[in-house]
């Protein structure tokens, strides 16, 4: 399972820096992505890892956010600074994860941003 948390309620151009760990019985984890979803809305990507650690960024969020993940524990992260009311929404983790039952797409819960002007 996927477990993000690190959302909270900031004001414009503060920062916060979200986590999702990956647990149970992995063998290897391939892509990582994060989403949002504005209420109402479907989800859309903010940005990609990919297991050669090749990263990709929607337009929005280029120059303003970093993903990263750390191999070693199972963690993906997205730092993100000079945050605007319109980051305001749910961000998902998702990865793709390597199982005695084969490749599985896990998605994490949501986890609450809130951007004040």
């Known amino acids: 399972q996927l477990q993000a948390s690190g959302g909270g309620s900031v004001q414009a151009g503060g920062s916060l820096r979200l986590s999702c760990v990956a647990s149970?019985?992995?063998?290897?984890?391939?892509?990582m992505r994060w989403f949002r979803r504005y209420s109402g809305e479907k989800r859309e990507l903010v940005a990609y890892i990919r297991d050669t650690g090749v990263t990709g960024y929607a337009d929005a969020a280029k120059g303003r956010f970093t993903i990263a993940r750390e191999n070693a524990k199972n963690t993906l992260y997205l730092q993100m600074n000079s945050l605007e009311p319109e980051d305001t929404a749910d961000y998902y983790c998702?990865?793709?994860?390597?199982?005695?039952?084969?490749?599985?797409?896990?998605w994490g819960q949501g986890t609450l941003v809130t951007v004040s002007s």
């Open positions: 998702n990865a793709e994860i390597l199982s005695g039952n084969g490749w599985s797409n896990i």
């Open positions: 149970g019985s992995i063998i290897e984890i391939g892509h």
